[in-house]
Each structure stands twice: as C-alpha cells, then as structure tokens.
C-alpha cells in the first residue's frame, strides 16, 4: 500500500500501512473495495477455510490464524456487489499480493531447530538454508510465494507475518 493511506491508518499512526487489513483474495484496490463492498458478509459465509472474518466496519478481510487460503474461490463467487472479481480469462493476475515474512522471533534464530513453516508450504517458497552452527535457518523465495498462509496459523512462536509488500 505504497504511496497513499487511508484517513483510519493516519489517525492510528500506522503512516506506512502496514496494519491495513488483508482483504479476501481478488479484491478490488482498496478504496475501490470499500466503496463496492455493502458488508453484507455472503463471502464470510462462503469461506470453507473459515479464514474470512467481519473486520472494522463490518467489512471482510483475512485472519490467517484460522487457516490458510486455497484460493477456491467461493467468496467470489457469492461477492454480488463485484468487490470481489476474477480477472478476465487468460489473465495471469495473482489473487492478491500478499506474502509471507519471517521475523526476529523465529526459533532458528535462537539455535532452535524448527522447520514447521516449511513443512506446511506447498510453493516451496520457504526453504532451510544449513548454517555453520548446523541449525538450518529459513530462506524465503518471495517469487514463490503465493500468500496462502499456510505457513503462518502452525508456526509456534508467531514468527511469521502475512502482508502487502
């Protein structure tokens, strides 16, 4: 969310968006998405993972600690107000630009041996690099990751964040 932010990130002095809410996948921009959107909830109701939840203003938007996003698309598919929409046919469009960073806590960064974050993803974006120590320290491919959070809910220590970049 480079560039501008919304009158609620500059009262709560969030100046660099980084609290903005993760909306469900196919969002529209966010000023767009909070004009279109009528907070009716069908899409909270439609997600099978039971991800998507009523945030501020009743509008939806992602708790990765309930799950990850398959990306089914049934949220879309209820989205009647169209704040939610596929791309056109043949669009390589992403879902959505969020992706997946390992912070400060990580238990590899105390010498713990820890790999859960890269069990759990199937994009292969997180990998263990082995160090001189011989505990293996995470690596993120960021190209790789598609923002499922499939990493995030099963990580022991809340390591790992999900966000626009």
Known sequence: MKGSISRKQL?????GGLRAPIRPPWALAEEQFLEACS??????TACAQGIL???RGHYPQVDFQQGECTFCGDCVRQCQD???????????ASPWQVRAYIGDGCLAWKSIDC???G???EQDAIFFRFSVRGIPRPELHADNCNGCGACRAPCP????TLRVP
């Open 119 to 121: 069990e759990q993803c």
């Open 115 to 117: 790999r859960t974050c």
């Open 157 to 160: 220590v809340d390591a790992i």
């Open 53 to 55: 939840k009523s945030g």
């Open 82 to 92: 169209a704040a939610l929409s596929f791309p056109p046919p043949g669009s390589e």
């Open 39 to 44: 907070q009716c909830g069908e899409c909270i």
């Open 11 to 15: 009262f709560s002095g969030d100046f």
